[in-house]
């Protein structure tokens, strides 16, 4: 895995905590789902870097 890689997972999943603490006050289900999210989108942006490179 390349260091951009690595950063855009990192991003994603500080990403989906981010919106996390939005959702956390109507149920710390959306939160956890967030971070899930944000974590697939980093992967996502993370198998495009790698198929670019």
Same mark, same amino acid.
């Given at each position: &895995?390349?260091?951009?890689?690595?950063?855009?997972? %990192? %991003? #994603?999943? &500080? /990403? #989906?905590?981010?919106?996390? +603490? +939005?959702? +956390?006050? *109507?149920?710390?289900?959306? +939160?956890?789902?967030?971070? *899930? %999210? %944000? /974590?697939?989108? #980093? /992967? *996502?942006?993370?198998? /495009? *870097?790698?198929?670019?490179?």
């Amino acid at each position: &895995m390349s260091e951009r890689s690595a950063w855009a997972v %990192g %991003g #994603g999943t &500080m /990403l #989906g905590v981010g919106v996390g +603490f +939005f959702v +956390f006050e *109507i149920s710390v289900f959306y +939160f956890v789902g967030s971070i *899930i %999210g %944000g /974590l697939g989108v #980093g /992967l *996502i942006a993370a198998a /495009l *870097i790698a198929k670019n490179n």
